[in-house]
């Protein structure tokens, strides 16, 4: 099989790859193809997945291009992981939403909002060529903000396109291992939106053991959800959120943390991705060595402002190892091309798994995958609180299609003025103001 990654002179690449080399299976992907429009990341990250398959025999070959064309065609795969605008532009979202006062994290808020501007439209015209070039493909989607980018492409792809995150995978393993079962045996009762869900059961042989996790305050405070968001609030809440409902449930004291850092997480990663592919300019420097030092950091500062806030420490090494998105994407190609059934959390197009959302809504929830796709298993109502949130969310990203479709700077503002986390109208107009100034590419947004 071929798998073509777009973006692939991403830093997160390697991981994909290192999947790959682990499956010797008859059918497994033989040929990788990474495309990206900076031909100096994509030889450095080519560097590392040559280090990496040094020793594996039948590893898949690697080739990199800059012809989108060139990239696409035969492929049987689609991975998209594309970061318009770059970290710099991560950056200056995260900064332009803190001067007024709101979140600017990358996918949730002000800073997701403008991440999905910038990104819907190159999103749409890379579903169109795909559609035209490789028409039988599968799309994985992992571009941010996965859910909205998923359901953007969907409008042109249908169900072959499906969108997937490390966040309820590494959830759902953690809450798993603190109860003692087997993640890869239990049922994982999980729903919402991408980065807006909640587990709500983990069943194994049938039986729910969260309820005993939710009773047991000591063992609450032993994993990473159950330190951030304190076992107080869970009790309550009845169900374990997804970490970036911290961002929700905890907007002030967030947006204080990350106003009074020294840095924000897009510039952070924008200096140190800097430093490593600039490092890896020298031929003689250690390819593998040198990303996997910088995954380290980067894995280990992971939502440390949240963490600070919830005094809840350093990250611990169990939890470091509990995603896996590369997993995810490897699983679901092998349920699809070799028809290996399996379950996973993934984001597609809701049918009738959520009740209150419409059809074509893209949902964050468990899927049974198969040689036919990913299919959506109906989930029990959500109570009134966690549903108000996913309406509203919801509605915000339909405000961002039609404003990537249209170029109405109107549907912007509303887009931003209907987030829970803009308090204000009118600084839903500043936003849209200022993000059009750092970001040359909104330029689009000039209709009424």
């Known amino acids: 099989m071929k798998l073509t990654i777009l973006g692939g002179g991403g830093f997160r690449v390697p991981l994909v790859y290192g999947a790959l080399l682990g499956d010797h299976a008859e059918g497994r992907v033989s040929r990788v193809t990474l495309y990206d429009t900076d031909a100096d990341r994509l030889t450095a990250v080519a560097r590392v997945l040559a280090e990496q398959a040094e020793g594996v025999a039948d590893a898949p070959v690697v080739v990199a291009t800059t012809e989108l064309d060139e990239a696409l065609r035969g492929a049987d795969f689609v991975f998209s992981a594309i970061r318009v605008g770059g970290l710099a532009g991560r950056a200056a979202d995260e900064r332009v939403a803190l001067d007024l006062g709101v979140l600017g994290q990358e996918t949730v808020g002000a800073g997701g909002i403008a991440y999905g501007l910038r990104t819907v439209?190159?999103?749409?015209?890379?579903?169109?060529?795909?559609?035209?070039?490789?028409?039988?493909?599968?799309?994985?989607?992992?571009?941010?903000?996965?859910?909205?980018?998923?359901?953007?492409?969907?409008?042109?792809?249908?169900?072959?396109?499906?969108?997937?995150?490390?966040?309820?995978v590494g959830l759902g393993r953690r809450v798993a291992r603190v109860l003692g079962a087997d993640p890869d045996r239990a049922w994982i009762d999980y729903a919402g939106l991408n980065h807006l869900g909640w587990l709500r059961g983990l069943y194994v042989d049938g039986r729910d053991e969260l309820p005993r996790l939710l009773a047991d305050p000591a063992l609450l405070g032993s994993f990473e959800e159950g330190r951030l968001f304190g076992a107080e609030l869970l009790q309550s809440l009845g169900a374990i959120p997804n970490e970036y409902l911290h961002y929700y449930y905890f907007n002030r004291e967030a947006v204080r943390a990350y106003q009074e850092t020294e840095q924000t997480r897009g510039a952070f990663l924008h200096d140190q991705q800097q430093g490593f592919y600039a490092r890896l300019r020298d031929p003689a420097a250690p390819a593998l060595a040198t990303w996997d030092r910088t995954r380290s950091e980067r894995e280990a500062t992971y939502m440390a402002e949240n963490r600070d806030v919830a005094g809840a420490g350093e990250r611990e090494e169990s939890d470091l190892g509990s995603g896996g998105y590369e997993q995810v994407a490897l699983a679901l190609m092998r349920a699809i091309a070799r028809n290996e059934r399996t379950s996973l959390i993934l984001n597609v197009r809701n049918r009738t798994a959520l009740a209150a959302l419409d059809a074509e809504a893209v949902v964050e929830a468990p899927?049974?995958?198969?040689?036919?796709?990913?299919h959506p298993v109906a989930a029990s109502p959500l109570p009134y609180d966690a549903m108000a949130l996913v309406t509203a969310v919801k509605a915000v990203e339909r405000a961002v299609l039609e404003a990537a479709e249209s170029g109405s700077r109107a549907a912007a503002v509303r887009a931003f003025a209907l987030h829970p986390l803009v308090d204000s109208v009118s600084v839903a107009h500043r936003l849209v103001e200022r993000y059009m100034e750092v970001h040359p590419g909104l330029a689009y947004l000039s209709g009424p």
């Open 121 to 168: 439209p190159v999103a749409v015209e890379l579903a169109r060529r795909i559609a035209r070039l490789a028409p039988h493909a599968w799309v994985i989607n992992f571009t941010n903000p996965a859910g909205l980018v998923t359901e953007a492409m969907s409008r042109h792809l249908g169900d072959r396109v499906v969108g997937i995150c490390d966040s309820p």
């Open 367 to 374: 899927c049974l995958v198969d040689a036919n796709g990913a």
